[in-house]
Every structure is written in C-alpha cells, then in structure tokens.
C-alpha cells in the first residue's frame, strides 16, 4: 500500500468501528496562544481530552498533518522531515488496552500487511515512587497478539534511554519495558514535574526494524528499540492516559482515554521496507520532479532533494492554512524553509520558474484527500513564486553587502559578519562562505565559526525567552485573564466586522494573559477613527454585561445561522457555538471551542476597560491589532 491509500485505509478501518472521521485542524490553531504551529494530531482534541463532550462523540479518527519546525536542521537525513501527518484515532472515556493495541495490531499487520516478526513494541516499566505499577497488562497483549502470528515474543527489562544500550536486545526479546523519561506520557518533559491537574499515563510505542541497517556505535554500545541509529523507527504510539496527578500523587482518572498517533510517511516506510522517508508515495514524485528539472540525480544531490521536497511541501499546507511569508512568527518560519529550499535549488542549479515547476506536483499528491489544496492551489503557487522572487532580490542584495563588509575589515569576513548577512539580509551562511572561499579577494577569520555559533545561540536565547511556552501543545490558557483576552477577541472581531465591513476575516491569535493579538483581512490602514469605534463598541458590550453560553449546531446550520470562523479552519458535521448575548442583543456569534468567561461584564472588573495599543501590517492583505484590558 502507498501512503495515500494507508491514510484512506485507516480512516475506513476506525470508522468501521464507530469513529466519526474529523477534519484535519490547519497547522496554526487559532485558539491555542501556546503554540506556533500544530505539532501533534492531539492538540485539536485536548479540551476533550480533559472532559470536554465532543460534538461529534467518544470515539473519533483523522489524519492531521503536522509541522515541527524545531526539527528544520536535522532535514536531510533520511527520516527527519519538519512536515508530516499522523493518523490518529481516540477513545474519550470509551474503549481502552483490550480494544486498542488488537487493532491497531490489525490493522497494521492485516490490513498495510506489514511483517509482524519486524515489529517490535515498547510499554512502561512503573514508578515505584509515586507507586505506578508496571503495565504489564499491555504487556500480555502484546504477547498474546504475537503468539497469534506465531511469534514468541519475550519480555525484557530496559529502564531508561541510556540503560538501553548498556543492555541491547536480549535475544527473543519483542516487548521492552521502559522507564518514564521513554514510555510516560503527558504535556510536559518529565513525570516529576507535572503540576496538580495535569493528565497523563503510560504511553506503548511501536517501532519497525530495518534488519539491512548496521548499528552505528556512536550513538552507544548496543542497539535497541529506541536507538537514535536508524535501524529502529517508531511508527506509532499508544498513549494510554489513565492517571491524573494531585497533591498526594497520582490516582485514576474517572474516564481513561485512548489517544494514537501513528506517523502516516513512518508506515509507509514500512509497508515498503525502505529506510528512506523519501522513497514514499507523497514524497518521491517530487524528487522525481526535482531530477527532471535539474538534470541532477537523486543519489548524487541527495541532501539538496531531500530540503527541497520537505521544505516545500510544508510551506504549500502553511499557505492552504492562510499563512504567507513575514519576518514574525509562523510567517518567519514558512519564510526560512521557502529561502532554504530556494537556496537548494541554486545548488542544483535550477534558476528560474522553480515554484511554478514543483508546487503543482505537491498540489497533484494531496489534493484527493484534502479538497482545500485544490481549492487554493493557484493562490498557493502566487503568494510562493512571488516569495522565490523576492529571495533572488535579497541574494543580490546580500552579495553588495557582502562585498561591502568585506572591504570595511581588510578584505576579512569574521564570525559576526557571517551572522549579519543570515539575520539581517536573510543571506544564507553556507552562500556566504562559498562565495568568499571561491571568490579569491576575500579570507574567513579562522575563528567565524565560533563567532557565528556564539551569535546564534544568543539569538536561540532570546527566542526561548520570547516564546516561552509556545510549545507545549494545546493545554495553556486557561487562567482566568486568557479566558477573558479570549472573550474580548471575539468582540472585537465582531466590533471590526461591523466598523470595517464583512470582508474581515479572522487570520490568527495569539493570546496571554497579558495582551491579545489578532491578526485579520484586511487590505488598508485602520485609521484612528475607526479603531476608536471598535474600542467603543467592545466597551459597549462590557457595560452591557451579556450573558455567554454555547450550543452545538449542525455545521451548514451555524454557517447559515451567520456564525463567524477563522480563515483556514475545515469543520465536521457538528459544531460549538459561543454566543454573547440574546434575542435583539446577540451580539457575536462564534465558531470557537473556548475558553470563555461566564458573561461580558467580568472583562470590566476592577474598573478595567478594552483599550487598542497597536495597529500594524502583520503581511500583505492582513492586518494586526494588540489590544489589552486595563
């Protein structure tokens, strides 16, 4: 099976089980301030997830794609890709163990038809501390569903990552327990920091085996499932959430939930036997399109085809979901892969007309499944080409200043300078340094790359601190302020509507307990005047303290009911409706999965009103406004 008949086949086998398939959520949530992108297929379900009642149910089943842009650098090998999909399914209180691990056992071996004998599975070892016991009934499973392929699977004792290569792989051995920092999941890090509150449980991961690939010792003595060599590689993962932490430990949750994260390309990997990510079906055309286009072959420019394809194919979904390149946040990121994948193409020579060449090969691969890449696909090759030319504008620019900087300092270009170029004029480091060792005028300080390291890990800093908690995944922004930041965006979005006009469109959020942000259509200046207005009439709405509540619709009746959604945003069958205020005094009327005060006059307490700070340009047609409460 190739990928795209994996991802049909997969959502016909949990809907065969009474799963409502659900749309993909885009890849930035607009009402999660806690992360850049949609990182995981989980972070749409977490309020669910946390006893929230689905509007479409307890068992539910998508295919979310997914962007880690955390993961950019490590591109180019043959596993790592900064986008992906994950075929999940979940249980909200409903199934558990018994249910999950057979079909997930099925449907992998029966169905994709994978070999049993090249899987192996990881479970969790308990903690004595907080007195969590040994999962050893999915453990038995296990057992039990390989005796049923005719596999003896043994158990064997690992503990930590670091105890896995000290210990290998005991022969036999096919269910390896696994302590906390491996086999515990939850939203944060470790199990000894999770707050009062916080759900979590053991997690029972899956991994392939490619038996063709020889350990590499540099990663420790031995292999074993969850060796960072290669020879393993997860392709899914059970998370059994069963556990919830209060002030004298861990007790049971009232509702356990299942949530399945399987990597859509990583199975495909598999039903294929190759080690190679880029070797499957949503991915190979578009090296096989690169080769055509360059001349160059796969096997020689390796690294170049692999950037490329990653790379542009998660700035073709960003652009679906509304994003265009910028200098700030999401639209910085999808700016770096387009830059680095244009960067690419020099290598391979390829010089002109690049994204209207490869773009459509993207768009051809997806566009069955995902009817809004077929939708956008001409708006989606126009906002990327006009980035391609933007970037040739900025090489040139970098050159001059290249040159220029080169002769202020004795015709050296240090560490310091290298940095600049990348920062300031977006000019690609390993551009820099091939032009100065190439051009015969110009050295390299024989410390630049220490110099540029220091000033990338300051940059690194300071971009922790700026984004501190942006990436834990859809639990933050539950305090009280963010609920009522969350409340006051969506009068403001209305108030906006009504003083600029029905053009205006939500284009994203970001929301502290601080400030709001807000991002929207439209393709002017907002004048004084006008945000005066807006400010007036959100105040407006405070005094007049409406009642908030919500109510689940038929998703074509709440559209034509008027209900108000952010560009990007796909739904299902059923929908949660906020709604602030009735009858004659109804005043906004919102798609949204909260959180929200109880009525508008808690936003005013304390004697606090809505005051707009800023208006500006967040990219070209959208504007963005940061407004507090004080």
């Known amino acids: 099976m190739n990928a795209q008949e994996i991802r049909r086949a997969y959502l016909t086998f949990f809907e065969d089980r009474s799963h409502t398939v659900i749309p993909r959520a885009p890849l930035v949530l607009q009402n999660d301030p806690t992360t850049l992108f949609t990182g995981s297929g ?3 379900l977490m309020p669910y997830l946390l006893g929230q009642s689905h509007p479409d149910g307890s068992r539910i089943t998508d295919s979310q794609t997914c962007l880690r842009a955390q993961d950019i650098e490590e591109v180019g090998d043959n596993r790592h890709t900064t986008f992906f999909e994950m075929l999940g399914n979940w249980s909200l209180g409903d199934y558990f163990k018994a249910e999950q691990l057979p079909w997930i056992f099925e449907f992998l071996t029966d169905t994709v038809g994978i070999d049993p004998r090249k899987l192996y599975v990881t479970t969790f070892l308990g903690h004595q501390e907080y007195g ?6 999915s453990g038995a499973l296990w057992k039990s569903l390989f005796a049923s392929k005719g596999i003896d699977a043994a158990e064997a004792e690992i503990g930590s990552e670091a105890d896995g290569y000290e210990k290998g792989m005991p022969e036999g051995a096919r269910i390896f327990y696994y302590a906390a920092d491996k086999n515990w999941w939850y939203r ?7 707050p009062v509150g916080e759900p979590g449980g053991p997690s029972s991961e899956i991994f392939y085996e490619f038996d063709y690939i020889q350990h590499d010792t540099a990663y420790g003595p031995k292999c074993h499932p969850n060796c960072d060599c290669g020879r393993f ?6 998370v059994l959430m ?10 049971l949750l009232p509702n356990k939930n299942i949530d399945f994260g399987g990597g859509l390309e990583r199975i495909a990997m598999a039903a294929i036997d190759s080690a190679d990510a880029f070797k499957v079906s949503v991915l190979w055309p578009i090296i096989e399109n690169l080769e055509l286009i360059s001349g160059k072959t796969y096997g020689s420019h390796t690294n170049a085809m692999r950037v490329i394809a990653d790379h542009l194919r998660a700035a073709t979904f960003l652009a679906v979901d509304g994003v265009v390149p910028s200098n700030k946040e999401q639209g910085y990121v999808m700016r770096r892969l387009m830059r680095r994948a244009i960067k690419k193409a020099f290598d391979l020579g390829i010089e002109q007309n690049f994204i209207e060449q490869v773009i459509p090969v993207i768009a051809d691969l997806y566009e069955a499944d995902f009817p809004e890449v077929k939708a956008q696909r001409h708006e989606v090759v126009a906002v990327l080409a006009k980035e391609e030319k933007i970037f040739r504008q900025t090489l040139r620019k970098g050159l001059a200043e290249l040159t220029k900087i080169a002769q202020r300092n004795d015709n050296v270009v240090n560490g310091d300078s290298v940095f600049t170029l990348y920062d300031t004029f977006g000019y690609p480091v390993e551009l820099t340094t091939e032009v100065v060792g190439t051009s015969g005028d110009y050295n390299l300080s024989s410390n630049w790359q220490q110099e540029f390291d220091a000033k990338m890990q300051e940059q690194r800093n300071r971009s922790r601190t700026a984004t501190k908690g942006e990436f834990k995944g859809g639990l933050g922004g539950q305090t009280e302020q963010h609920k009522k930041y969350h409340t006051a965006t969506h009068l403001m979005y209305q108030a906006l509507r009504t003083v600029l ?5 939500q ?8 400030r709001l942000r807000f991002d929207f259509s439209h393709d002017q200046k ?12 959100v105040n407006e709405q405070i005094i007049k303290d409406l009642s908030i509540f919500w109510k689940e619709y038929p998703t074509k009746q709440a559209l034509e009911m008027g209900a108000l959604g952010a560009f990007g945003d796909r739904y299902g069958d059923t929908v949660k409706i906020y709604q602030m205020g009735e009858g004659n005094d109804r005043y906004s009327f919102e798609i949204c999965g909260g959180p929200h005060m109880d009525h508008t006059g808690q936003l005013g307490e304390n004697g606090q009103h809505f005051k707009i700070l800023k208006e500006e340009a967040s990219s070209s047609g959208v504007r963005r406004i940061k407004a507090v409460l004080r």
């Not at 969590?132 to 009934?137: A, G, L, N």
């Not at 069963?242 to 007790?251: A, N, P, W």
């Open 42 to 44: 989980m972070q749409q």
């Open 132 to 137: 969590i016991p040994k999962d050893t009934e």
């Open 188 to 194: 944060g890090k470790n199990i000894e920091d999770m």
């Open 233 to 238: 590689v997860e392709i899914g993962n059970n």
């Open 242 to 251: 069963q556990y919830v932490r209060r002030d004298t430990g861990f007790e």
């Open 501 to 505: 006009g029905d053009h205006v469109i």
């Open 507 to 514: 284009r994203g959020s970001n929301i502290t307990e601080e």
């Open 526 to 537: 907002v004048t004084p005047e006008q945000l005066k207005q807006v400010e007036d009439m």
